[in-house]
């Protein structure tokens, strides 16, 4: 099976202006997950969507958004673009919800200048 | 909500030697507890998960052992190599907390492994 993609891989956006990541996971799957990935914060996560419903959302603000299409493939948006969402942003994928092993994509490189 | 701690945050190992990477856990009814490397530039990959019916796991040369007691696992790696050198995180779940923690992955901050040849 082919593994969890994410396009594009790299992002360069200047402030101010709005962004989105695609993700598609393993096929089969049906819970994908988003987390940002930073030097100083680590790995943290953003929200989790099952069934085209978000199950969880993490401590972020309003500007970032996701959604799941009925082929499981997610999307995330950030809106007002700040250069501290520079980041790696990373999708993983889940055969259900829950305790599920979860399959990490390559990531989505964003830089914002 | 849960908070994971990780120690420590650097590890260097000669070839052959053995590394331990310690992990706590606040939340008590968390339950699964997945290890993931991830080597520069890369995505990081399970290596080996646990869950909290059980108090240790092996593969190969990676072991995991739970004490959901003192709420700390640790991740066990004998007869290290070069290959081996990596940013390695610990995790925690609880898909119970509030009814709607589901799939939600707390990350410890990550130990950067090397080992010398």
């Known amino acids: 099976k082919a593994g969890v993609t994410q396009t594009p891989r790299y992002l360069i956006k200047t402030r101010g202006q709005q962004v989105t990541l695609s993700c598609s996971p393993i096929s089969g799957h049906r819970s994908v997950s988003w987390y940002q990935q930073t030097p100083g914060q680590g790995l943290q996560f953003l929200f989790e969507y099952f069934s085209e419903t978000q199950r969880n959302k993490g401590n ?8 799941q299409f ?7 948006n950030v809106s007002t673009l700040e250069l501290g969402d520079s980041a790696l942003y990373l999708c993983a994928s889940s055969l259900v919800e829950g305790t599920d092993t979860q399959y990490f994509g390559p990531g989505t490189r964003l830089t914002v200048l | 909500g849960e908070n994971v701690e990780q120690h420590p945050s650097t590890l260097s190992v000669q070839e052959g030697d053995s590394a331990v990477i310690k992990c706590t856990y606040s939340d008590s009814a968390s339950n699964y ?9 890369k ?31 640790s991740l066990h790696i004998t007869e290290t190599q070069p290959e ?9 779940s609880n898909p ?6 589901y799939g939600k992955l707390t990350f410890g901050q990550g130990t950067i492994l090397t080992v010398h040849p």
């Open chain 1, 60 to 67: 972020f603000p309003g500007r970032f958004s996701g959604r």
């Open chain 2, 33 to 41: 507890f997945p290890w993931y490397k991830q080597e520069l530039g």
């Open chain 2, 84 to 92: 081996d050198s990596a940013v390695y995180f610990c995790a925690a």
């Open chain 2, 96 to 101: 119970y907390a509030g009814g709607t923690s």
């Open chain 1, 70 to 76: 009925s082929n499981s493939r997610s999307e995330m």
């Open chain 2, 43 to 73: 995505r990081p990959q399970l290596i080996i998960d646990i869950r909290s019916n059980v108090g240790e796991k092996k593969d190969q040369r990676i072991a995991v052992t739970l004490n959901k007691t003192a709420k700390h696992f």
